[in-house]
């Protein structure tokens, strides 16, 4: 350790270079990159936004971003190294719809029709819901979420000021949004608009926000047209349900002739960058209304609980693409799906794609990753932050283990990535350079006293003989 | 260690009381039992087949079988001990249908219907195939097989020799089939009796085996009614495929006016004990013809592939239960489904049957996993020696771990086991008392060998430039 030269690692180089040799541990320290990931196989888009892979990668991050992705061996300092031989890079994926603190519900409602669920369990159950219960239910999520090669989630739910901490400290991005209903009156929403405000591009920009009615059936459409008139006036997006099944398609028509779809047009609302959750009850005549909106209009697709709330349709994803509007994958809350695991959703994608358009030549593995790294981005808002390993993005990346049996051998990449992989196969996950997650180890929670103090929590919260609603499901 | 006497952790007293006490030794040896895991949560069934769980239980096995499931701790000798704590005991999941040597081609046939499939990429390199390749395929699907939970499967192939050996080494249990076409003429049919009477009740009692025509669209009439005499004559069950889709159900319709399960009839196979796989065909009018059979019937259902094929139906679980035929949980061969996850076939199933029958009140969790169990067990003629944690059943356990963040808070066992767990979450793999995996890793395969050598006899294996099929597939 006597040599002042700098070597390709630079722990070393920082180690003993800045007490024997100051001025050239200094220069290798403004050189050496943050991290280097060197060995991988990198997901890639071409410039028509295909999907490649780049063999034996190397990748190098720098002040939290992407600097370079290259084939081969790339010799140069950095102050973390991580060999990810057997690995595939790819960005790290967003849950494009969720309500983190709902996990906390897990399980608690099964095998049940929309309407029960909602109020016979959960909007009783979020009437005893204080800031600690949310808390918890974040900080849990957050940990399933970075095991399960998570690296954002879109999230719309209440407390939000208690799930912008916790997502800080997780190290995770974020887009968050406070829900509100027009039974809460004025204040709902400008609590909402608080919020935005407040939090809007915080934890170092790892937080943007959204505005967030929680829907149509739920916000009338005077609160919806004030929403629009905010988020034009503060220059923000707005996040809500719409359109979540046929019947409340059904519903909106018998009510008022319109379709949800067509109530938010009324309401101005597609002509705001807008991020609509589910939209299986998206029809035929919403398109031409969805063609014409001036907003970024982006969809939610969470196919798992539409399968388990026996939906009779599916998010019209090909529909949808035919427009030109991204469509990103999500679990919504766990309460539903059972878990925040955005892999299996993309899978699931896939297969109920093919099964409902009845052609197994549907969304193709290519088009599944797609979904899950540009769609999703440009669904949440972030579409020219995060989304592809390209140099100048943030460096939201996770490293997939393909060594296991069960994705061996490999005849075609995306299809073991979508088909064959799993949650469980991320070993390391990394948010703006950070690494959240090594080698299946949490650096930033501990879930043992998250779930203790939870399950100590546990009978107050599922309390439900107050016969209190936070509201009423009707479509 | 100068005491005499009994301790009760066995390996302590074999070890030392052996040479200094030879008598209390072997009092103890043959008080010992071989395994004993401690602390877990145990599903077990009632005696109406209902699911339950036993808090905090001890498992004693012995001589390979369960001897005692019991809530508590139990202070006896073993030559093994596993501490289960926060881990769920459960029977070993069965994969009632599978093609494990097809994990060699998991991903070389993507997105394409069925026929396209079958003719342009299956048959045709399966007319390549050597023993060799079988045999690392089978090693690799057994590899993951243990790592996914599953303690048996029924395989359907060629070269069953090669699998046979396979399975014996890998530790798993097994009923196995040599696959033939009436294209073989009469040694097809000849060579399958032959592998199934050399190989039946083998491996210890591991391997069982059945007569296993391919399908009524490979196999003529006559050649199925022979093999239905002889599955009569020699005990033997019987494993194909029917009614695998629709479409296959409507050309046997129109060819000669009756449907796969009428054509199985009228060979007199549901007078044997049938294992049926897929059945997605099978229409209102084949329900008197199966309700008629005297033979043991059951149906493998693997939903994944139904998807991805966008086949219109799946298994009609809910009038085949109405009958009394277990529906078993399947994956099919690697090659369609991309993976031998019969966790994920018990999750799809219950998703799936929701979403066709328009009722989430469908499939239960607690139903999910009696088809993962009990039912499973019987469709492989295995009914009365494994599927449930009961005394005197063969010890096929899993261990899975539910401390992860997905798998928690638990509202209800059964749906975290069905709706959160993942097959990854399996630590440990126990096959008649014996451990196959523990901890996540493999006692009786080793994968990085195996994958290395399928990769380099791979180009042989997957060329299509000789123009020959094994078959064609045509309805």
Known sequence: MTSPEPTPDAKTTQGSGAADAPNTAARDASDAADLVITHCTALVHDEREQIGFVEDATIVVRDGRIETVAAGPLDLPAAERIDA????????????????????LRGIAEDLPVEQWF??????????LQDRDVELGARLACAEMIR????????????????????????????????????????????SLDFALRHRDTAGGRITTSLAPHAPYTVDEADLAAT?????????????????????????????????????????????????????????????????????IAVASAPR?????????????????ALGIPVGLATDGAASNNSLDVWESMAL????????????????SREALHHATLQSARAVGLGDRIGSLAPGRRADIVLVDLTGPHTQPVHDLAATLVHSARSGDVRTTIVDGRVLMRDRELLTLDVPSVVQEMNERMPALIDRGHGRRVQEYGT
């Open 85 to 104: 031989r057997g690995q595939v890079a790819m960005p790290g994926l967003v849950n494009c719809h969720t309500h983190t603190p709902m996990v906390t």
């Open 119 to 128: 109020n016979e369990f959960v909007w009783p159950i979020e009437s005893n």
């Open 148 to 191: 399960g090669g998570v690296t954002c989630f879109a999230d719309h739910y209440f407390s939000m000021d208690t799930v912008a901490a916790v997502t800080a400290g997780s190290g995770l991005r974020a887009n968050l949004g406070q829900t509100f209903f027009s039974s809460q009156g004025a204040a709902g929403r400008e609590r």
């Open 228 to 296: 629009a008139l905010l988020a034009r006036e503060h220059g923000l997006p707005v996040h809500l349900h719409a359109s979540e099944n046929r019947d409340q398609c059904d519903a909106s028509v018998a009510r008022d002739g319109r379709t949800p779809i067509e109530v938010l047009a009324g309401a101005g609302l597609l002509d705001t960058d807008l991020l609509i959750a589910h939209g299986t009850g998206i029809v035929e005549r919403d398109l031409p209304v969805l063609a014409r909106a001036t907003g970024r």
């Open 305 to 321: 609980g539409y399968l388990k709330f026996a939906w009779p349709t599916t998010t019209p994803v090909r529909a949808l693409r």
């Open 349 to 364: 994608t896939a297969l109920v794609q093919k099964f409902t358009g009845a052609d197994p030549r549907r969304l193709t």
